[in-house]
């Protein structure tokens, strides 16, 4: 397992990314403070580049690749391919991206247009990791995964080191949308000593993070729960994500369906916001009342808004 990263690699990482990544602002809304009773403090990443987060952490580790290199190879559902192919652009590096099939469309249009080279794979029959890991070494590519990446998390911390100055006093809890642990892994680092608990959301049955928290070690989903938050679907924690994570998370809590799409309708109507429902299950998780919220400050994360137009109209339907 590589080093794990720390607090110091994510204030690094701050200052290596300053000026190409946006600095997303943080959103209130006496709405949303009203409904839940707390002050609410929102993270719109939607409005970063590429319309995720995943932007930060992929810039951080191809800013970091050894000179010399023949490109990057990934895997990923739409959003961190989508940065990886932006950020390897921006630098003049090749890009090849493995995507599953059945990627929301917008998503592979989004990746491709960037100038990378896409590679379909079957979600339910392969395994990612090692396929990414073949074509690295048969193409002689460096492989920069999703999450388990100490400059990938490092990257995605930076987003709550923005929050919490904006915020101007700490919070008492952080809630972060999370497949496969990265984002998470980089806002605990961030909010490391200032007392905010961080607590990991992610959809109903593929609450790998919330079992494997509560179990001690990692367990992994079962892979048949819905597939409407494709941008979490990871099947169990990363190995370097769930050592960062276990000491420092003060727990997971998952959401339903109808609730990411609550989420989402109320981050249209009020925000202003389009989130993806990946993107939306921690607004999702405070409007249901999973953690405590009522007379708390709450920092909350919207992690992506690249949303299917029909997904957003089932959403917006109600």
């Known amino acids: 397992m590589s080093a794990l990263p720390t607090h110091a690699d994510v204030r690094a990482a701050a200052i290596r990314l300053a000026g190409r990544v946006i600095r997303t602002p943080m959103l209130r809304h006496a709405a ?112 920069i995964p999703p999450f388990d990446h100490p400059h990938v998390i490092a990257g995605q911390g930076t987003l709550a080191l923005e929050l919490m100055e904006d915020a101007g006093a700490p919070l008492d809890a952080m809630l972060v949308c999370t497949g496969g642990g990265g984002l998470v892994a980089g806002v605990a680092l961030a909010l490391e000593g200032s007392g905010t608990e961080v607590w990991a959301v992610e959809p109903e049955g593929w609450d790998d993070y919330g079992q494997s928290l509560r179990a001690g070690t990692r367990i992994a989903n079962d892979g048949t729960g819905d597939l409407l938050c494709d941008a979490l679907l990871s099947r169990r924690p990363g190995e370097i994500t769930f050592a960062v994570n276990a000491p420092r998370l003060a727990g997971g809590v998952s959401v339903t369906e109808a609730e990411v799409f609550a989420a989402m309708r109320f981050a249209f109507e009020h925000l202003k916001i389009v989130a993806e429902p990946g993107g939306s299950v921690a607004l999702a998780a405070v409007l249901a009342g999973k953690v405590p919220v009522r007379g708390r400050r709450i920092g909350l994360v919207i992690s992506g808004g690249n949303v299917d137009p029909a997904v957003f109209a089932r959403a917006l339907a109600g």
Not at 54 to 79: C, E, I
Not at 105 to 120: D, N, Q
């Open 32 to 143: 949303l403070d009203r409904v839940t009773g707390g002050e609410i403090f929102v993270k719109p990443e939607p409005l970063q580049r590429t319309g995720s987060f995943k932007f930060r952490g992929a810039t951080n580790a191809l800013l970091q690749l050894a000179p010399g290199g023949r490109g990057v190879v990934t895997h990923s559902s739409g959003n961190h391919g989508q940065a990886i192919a932006c950020a390897a652009a921006a630098l003049g590096i090749p890009a090849l991206i493995a995507m599953p099939a059945d990627a929301p469309r917008i998503k592979v249009a989004a990746t491709r247009a960037w100038g990378a080279e896409i590679l379909p794979f079957d979600r339910a029959t392969t395994d990612r990791e090692t396929l990414a890991e073949r074509l690295g070494a048969e193409r002689g590519l460096t492989v």
